[in-house]
T-cell receptor, first 116, second 113 residues
Framework: DSGVTQTPKHLITATGQRVTLRCSPR?????VYWYQQSLDQGLQFLIQ???????AKGNILERFSAQQFPDLHSELNLSSLELGDSALYFC???????????????FGEGSRLTVL | GQSLEQPSEVTAVEGAIVQINCTYQ??????LSWYQQHDGGAPTFLSY????GLEETGRFSSFLSRSDSYGYLLLQELQMKDSASYFC??????????????FGTGTLLAVQP
């Protein structure tokens, strides 16, 4: 158990709908990262937050948005869902400096989104 | 942009040694990490190389050559539980003091008895 909590674990929804994925980082971690993993694919970097502020963006679609709240939990909002958005969405966290020093992130178990 | 290349699949037998290679093209390179993922579960950190050379952690070792933009993960005394996907990931500069971690597409290792 990495200490990173993601909810929900599984989510099934229809095209055109909107969902929110939630992530609680490990205690003391200020950085939160979101990654998308489609079937048999690598981890695509979406976005990174540090202490409530957006720090880095990857290949995040305009239909997707995220934020990190004052209590450091983060939410990833996916809207106008398409079949191709079906994937595992991982959240990861790291304490100040660790990712920069070692490249180590602590991943949650992921939220599996199925769009029908 | 950036790119990372790793073999898609590797097969080896229990007790053997296997090497998973990773080549990368990126600007603002800081270091190379390796992660293990079992059956779509949470990826877990294995190792990190910022400098050239070999880093050893138990049965796993990782190597980096910055001049060749190349690294590898070496797994010794393979066990069945090592069957998993292995990802290399580049830590690269995003801008200012910020960096980001970009993952390769992963190598599926199958360990056979």
């Amino acid at each position: 158990d990495s200490g990173v909590t993601q909810t929900p674990k599984h989510l099934i929804t229809a095209t055109g709908q909107r969902v929110t994925l939630r992530c609680s980082p490990r205690s003391g971690d200020l950085s939160v990262y979101w990654y998308q993993q489609s079937l048999d694919q690598g981890l695509q970097f979406l976005i990174q937050y540090y202490n409530g502020e957006e720090r880095a963006k990857g290949n995040i679609l305009e239909r997707f948005s995220a934020q990190q709240f004052p209590d450091l939990h983060s939410e990833l909002n996916l809207s106008s869902l398409e079949l191709g958005d079906s994937a595992l969405y991982f959240c990861a966290s790291s304490p100040p400096g660790l990712a920069e020093d070692t490249g180590e992130l602590f991943f949650g178990e992921g939220s599996r989104l199925t769009v029908l | 942009g950036q790119s990372l290349e790793q073999p898609s699949e590797v097969t080896a037998v229990e007790g053997a040694i296997v090497q998973i290679n990773c080549t990368y093209q990126t600007s603002g390179f800081y270091g190379l990490s390796w992660y293990q993922q079992h059956d779509g579960g949470a990826p877990t950190f294995l190792s990190y190389n910022a400098l050239d050379g070999l880093e050893e952690t138990g049965r796993f070792s990782s190597f980096l050559s910055r001049s060749d933009s190349y690294g590898y993960l070496l797994l010794q005394e393979l066990q069945m539980k090592d069957s998993a996907s292995y990802f290399c990931a580049v830590r690269m500069n995003y801008g200012g003091a910020t960096n980001k971690l970009i993952f390769g597409t992963g190598t599926l290792l199958a360990v056979q008895p």
